[in-house]
C-alpha cells in the first residue's frame, strides 16, 4: 500500500507490531496510526515506526482530505534549489532532502548571482537561501530579488545565531519560513508543510515542541 492507517490496538498483535513486521519485509507505506486514546508514550512509538500522524479516534473526515492532497504533493516531484556558500551545507541540507517525506530534485548554489540567474532561466519550486553572504549579496537581499526572477517560487530562510532579529526583518518582505542550525530532516518537511500551506502532522508539532518544564527545584 502507499498508504496505511493503522489502528494500534488490534487482536493477537498489536498495530504498532505489524507496522514493525512490515517494514521489515521492506514496505514502508505512509503510515497513519489510530488510537481511541492518546498513549503515554505514543511519540516515541510513532517515531521508532516511523510513521507519519497519529490521530486519535474519531478524526474528523476533512483530516483524511488534507491527509490525501499532502501525500499527492509528497510524491510529486519538486525541483529545489539550495543557496549557500558553504560545501558543508551543501552536502549537509542534500541529505536532508534525499530522506524528506518529498520527492526533491536538489540543485546547487553558492553565490547570489548564480543563484538569481539560475531561477531566471529554470522553474524552481523551492528555494532555500542561506540568511548569511553568498558571493557578495545578504541572503535577503537574494531572496528579494529572487521574488522578481521567479515569482512563483517558494521561499526558505536558514538562520543562524541572529535568528530573531532576520526573522523580523524578513517578515517586513512577506518571508514567512524559516530553517534555523542547526536543524533535522523532520524540520525540513515541517518548513516545507508550512511553505506549501499542508497541514501539518500533530506528530511534526510533538517533535518541535518544546519539553514539559521541571518542577520547581528547592531553591525555587
Keep these: 500500500p502507499d498508504i ?3 489502528n494500534l490496538q488490534l487482536p493477537e498483535i498489536t498495530g504498532a ?3 514493525a ?3 521489515r519485509q521492506g514496505v514502508r507505506p505512509l503510515t497513519i496510526l489510530m488510537s481511541k486514546e492518546v498513549l ?3 511519540v516515541e512509538v510513532s517515531t521508532e515506526l516511523g510513521a507519519y500522524e497519529f490521530w486519535r479516534k474519531r478524526f474528523d473526515p476533512a483530516h483524511v482530505m488534507e491527509l490525501l492532497r499532502a501525500y499527492r504533493m509528497m510524491r510529486t516531484p519538486m525541483k529545489l534549489l539550495l543557496v549557500d556558500e558553504s560545501p558543508t551545507a551543501h ?3 542534500g541529505r536532508m532532502a534525499a530522506i524528506s517525506r518529498f520527492t526533491l530534485d536538489v540543485d546547487h548554489s553558492h553565490n547570489g548571482a548564480h543563484a538569481l540567474q539560475l531561477l531566471r532561466e529554470i522553474h524552481y519550486d523551492l528555494a532555500i537561501i542561506e540568511a548569511g553572504s553568498a558571493g557578495g549579496m545578504s541572503g535577503l537581499e537574494i531572496a528579494c530579488q529572487a521574488r522578481l526572477a521567479s515569482p512563483a ?5 536558514m538562520t543562524g545565531g541572529k535568528a530573531k ?6 517578515g517586513r518582505f ?3 519560513s524559516f530553517l534555523t542550525k542547526p536543524f533535522y530532516a523532520h524540520d525540513l518537511d515541517f518548513a516545507l508543510h508550512s511553505e506549501l500551506e499542508l497541514r501539518r502532522p500533530y506528530l511534526s508539532n510533538a517533535l518541535v515542541a518544546p519539553p514539559p518544564a521541571r518542577g520547581a527545584s528547592a531553591h525555587g
Excluded: D, H, Y
Design 4 to 6: 496505511a492507517f493503522v
Design 21 to 23: 513486521w512490515a517494514s
Design 91 to 93: 552536502e549537509t541540507v
Design 174 to 176: 512577506g518571508l514567512s
Design 165 to 170: 532579529s532576520v526573522m523580523q526583518v524578513a
Design 17 to 19: 507490531e505489524a507496522i
Design 40 to 42: 503515554p508514550k505514543w
Design 153 to 157: 517560487t517558494k521561499l526558505i530562510l
